[in-house]
């Protein structure tokens, strides 16, 4: 017990010591408040607007985590597909790496200008740029299995949905998490960066993206602060539900998933 | 010659294999192994020993040539065979006993019968403290119990196995090699065996296959004729001593430097 929460005692020690410096900026530079409030002004500000911010956060969450979910189904799906012959995957895999590099900030407009602004359109934007690391990720898991396991499954006449279901499937599932956790990471990027374009469909409320823009035309510069900082955590609350369901699913038999060893 | 003609339980005749590319792996490979029989094929690397398990198995066909196994091709016969691999490919996701069960329920077989099965052969391997284990668990050569425990779950009359214990040390191999033989003893399959293994060749076998190769082909075969039941003590016998040297000898003249 005591040797987690050293670690743990370690990160709460960086965290206070960049407030200090942060303050100490403030202090022997005198920034003004609207370009730099203090760290002080923060917390006021979270306090002090927190139902609207967690509004903007529950907002952002909603379509971060719909365009996740959807991403997941539909990235196990175009996966399952890919994983049936290398020849449909040499015919439809360049349209993934378009769909990776494609710039999302590019594309947003013409998104709004089909569906609409409002949380439709961000969720789509959310999606699509988290599709891409599941697709990849996955298939790599379905076609990676080694041959002799398939070998295996022949000696016993196993049927192709055997194959599949008692074999590729469940191999595939870490490698399914790795693409997971790095779509639940860009899933939030692209919803804010999604809100900033397509924001909202009523004026005054919106996701976090959304506030941030208004909070910096307001030079409300303390508030778009304790925007940021919802941000990252709603990031940091994804990363950790989806290590949980890894560990949940993988701890038992699973390398990666084990609780690493104190050395 | 015998009285009564026994079928032989795996056929070979003329068999040649060649894969993508030309390379010629065997060629007019004949061979037969008798009901009851350990025929281990030792050659050194790349003279086909892996591939005539793959051709016996149905797993790759022939280039041409016969192969039949209890008079059927391999596909029809595959039933009646297990295969165990140089790892122990058990499915990490499962415990040991619903890996030991993975070829029954594959071939259908209910719930019950197939927790039966498994718990007999976990016992029969001297594991059956660890069934609900997971593989990882394990060690190397726990893990090769498993998997033959998994082959002779679905009661086969032929048992292939490529190199089983290659990745073990040197105590735990013999052992195995002495479990193997224990198990044969109770449950009469017939065996083909691939090893590199000079001692753990003569130790198990009834005939050893020497193999040359580029092309794989037979180059002798020398019949081992050390009585059974064979314990650790026959590996310290002058017997078995040149009975090695015969079969090293044989296995150099057919490897050329």
Redesign the interface.
């Known amino acids: 017990m005591r040797r987690r929460l050293i670690p743990l005692a370690n990160a709460l020690g960086v965290f206070a010591a960049l407030i200090f410096l942060w303050q100490v900026v403030l202090w022997i530079f005198r920034v003004p408040p609207f370009m730099l409030p203090s760290p002080w002004a923060v917390a006021r500000a979270v306090i002090a607007r927190f139902p609207a911010l967690a509004t903007s956060l529950s907002i952002t969450a909603v379509e971060a985590g719909g365009g996740l979910l959807a991403s997941i189904v539909a990235g196990v799906v175009v996966a399952l597909i890919f994983a049936q012959s290398r020849w449909v995957r040499r015919m439809l895999y360049p349209y993934t790496i378009l769909l990776q590099t494609v710039p999302i900030v590019a594309i947003a407009p013409l998104i709004l200008m089909w569906v609409g602004a409002g949380a439709a359109a961000v969720t789509l934007i959310a999606f699509i740029i988290s599709l891409a690391p599941v697709i990849a990720n996955t298939t790599q898991g379905l076609i990676s299995v080694d041959e002799n396991l398939v070998h295996l499954f022949l000696m016993h006449n196993a049927s192709p949905r055997q194959l599949l279901f008692k074999l590729r499937l469940p191999h595939a599932v870490p490698s399914l998490f790795v693409g997971i956790r790095i779509a639940s990471g860009i899933s939030v990027i692209g919803a804010i960066t999604g809100e900033l374009y397509a924001g909202s469909s009523r004026v005054g409320v919106g996701g976090l993206g959304y506030s941030i823009l208004y909070a910096s035309s307001q030079l409300q510069t303390d508030y778009l602060f304790a925007l940021v900082l919802a941000a990252t955590a709603l990031g940091f609350g994804f990363f950790f539900i989806v290590m949980f369901f890894e560990w949940y699913f993988l701890h038992r038999w699973h390398e990666s998933a084990r609780a690493p060893e104190t050395d | 010659m015998t009285e009564t003609f026994v079928a032989p339980q795996v056929e070979f005749a003329g068999v040649s294999k060649s894969y993508a590319g030309g390379r010629r792996v065997l060629d007019s490979f004949d061979l037969t192994v008798a009901k009851a029989e350990f025929v281990t094929l030792l050659g050194s690397s790349g003279c086909g020993k892996s591939t005539v398990l793959k051709l016996i198995?149905g797993?790759t066909p022939p280039s041409s040539g016969i192969i039949r196994i209890d008079g059927m091709t391999p596909k029809n016969a595959?039933?009646t065979?297990?295969?165990i691999?140089?790892?122990a490919?058990l499915?990490?996701?499962?415990t040991v006993r619903q890996n030991v069960g993975?070829?029954l329920?594959?071939?259908g077989v209910n719930g019950d019968r197939r927790r039966q099965k498994s718990a007999a052969l976990l016992d029969l391997v001297g594991l059956g403290e660890v069934a609900g284990a997971?593989?990882?668990e394990l060690s190397g050569g726990m893990k090769m119990r498993v998997s033959i425990a998994r082959a002779l779950a679905?009661s086969p009359r032929l048992l292939l196995m490529d190199e089983p214990f290659a990745a073990l040390d040197e105590m735990t191999r013999d052992r195995m090699n002495e479990e193997l033989l224990r198990l044969r003893e109770e449950q009469q399959w017939t065996a083909v065996f691939v090893t590199h293994s000079v001692a753990e060749a003569v130790f198990l076998s009834t005939r050893i296959a020497i193999l040359a190769s580029n092309p794989g082909r037979i180059h002798t075969v020398v019949p081992i004729e050390l009585p059974f039941p064979r314990t650790a003590a026959l590996r310290a016998s002058p017997e078995f001593a040149e009975m090695a040297l015969t079969v090293s000898r044989a296995l150099r003249e057919a490897s050329p430097p």
């Open positions: 198995s797993l595959r039933e065979v297990s295969y691999f140089q790892d490919t499915l990490p996701w499962r993975l070829g329920e594959l071939e997971y593989p990882r679905t």
